[in-house]
T-cell receptor
Framework: QQQVKQSPQSLIVQKGGISIINCAYE??????FPWYQQFPGKGPALLIA?????SEKKEGRFTISFNKSAKQFSLHIMDSQPGDSATYFC????????????FGTGTLLAVQP | KAGVTQTPRYLIKTRGQQVTLSCSPI?????VSWYQQTPGQGLQFLFE???????NKGNFPGRFSGRQFSNSRSEMNVSTLELGDSALYLC????????????FGEGSRLTVL
């Protein structure tokens, strides 16, 4: 119940294309869903986050789509660029007075020029 | 504004030894969390501290411990090291507790021989 399942494990996209990464969760107590981006040798950095009271959130080229009934959420990267090549992690927070996050297994994105 | 600083960045230990890792959060952040990152298990929550109190602990054996000091700096300790403890240990700080953005350091890479 504490797992967050992420797919695909790896993704190759052409420059200018759309990258889509999907995550699913079981625990309905989760109420915070961030996406983190990690470059080699660096710690993860927050990209965008959503709470279950909205179905979509957009920040620049990055969009989170959230389906509460299906317990799924996804990251869409529009106009993907080579600089977007990184590992992406979805996560879920259990709510309440904690910053504990349950992370997905990660997606290695390669954007080809 | 300085980010999260972790020391040491790299270290090699042998089985049975113990190790202490240090984390200095962003100035003003009082919440500190620790995560273990491995290729096989991904990012796993270790523990979380706020105002010198452990708020949450992940599913790790008692060999893993931590503490937070009055200046919000944190340390984690792993005793009786095992080969499987080889990992990147990431510290994250946050301004708030509960769904706040986590700011990660670059991690301490531990290799156990």
């Amino acid at each position: 119940q504490q797992q967050v399942k992420q797919s695909p494990q790896s993704l190759i996209v052409q420059k200018g294309g759309i990258s889509i990464i999907n995550c699913a969760y079981e625990n309905t107590a989760f109420d915070y869903f961030p996406w983190y981006q990690q470059f080699p040798g660096k710690g993860p950095a927050l990209l965008i986050a959503i709470r279950p009271d909205v179905s979509e959130k957009k920040e620049g080229r990055f969009t989170i789509s959230f389906n509460k009934s299906a317990k799924q959420f996804s990251l869409h990267i529009m106009d993907s660029q080579p600089g977007d090549s990184a590992t992406y992690f979805c996560a879920a927070g259990p709510g309440g007075a904690t910053n504990k996050l349950i992370f997905g297994t990660g997606t290695l994105l390669a954007v080809q020029p | 504004k300085a980010g999260v600083t972790q020391t040491p960045r790299y270290l090699i230990k042998t089985r049975g030894q113990q190790v202490t890792l240090s984390c200095s959060p962003i100035s003003g952040h009082r919440s500190v969390s620790w995560y273990q990152q491995t290729p096989g298990q991904g990012l796993q929550f270790l523990f979380e501290y706020f105002s010198e109190t452990q708020r949450n602990k992940g599913n790790f054996p008692g060999r893993f411990s931590g503490r937070q000091f009055s200046n919000s700096r944190s340390e984690m300790n792993v005793s009786t090291l095992e080969l499987g403890d080889s990992a990147l240990y990431l510290c994250a700080s946050s301004l708030v507790v509960g769904g706040g953005e986590l700011f990660f350091g670059e991690g301490s890479r531990l290799t156990v021989l």
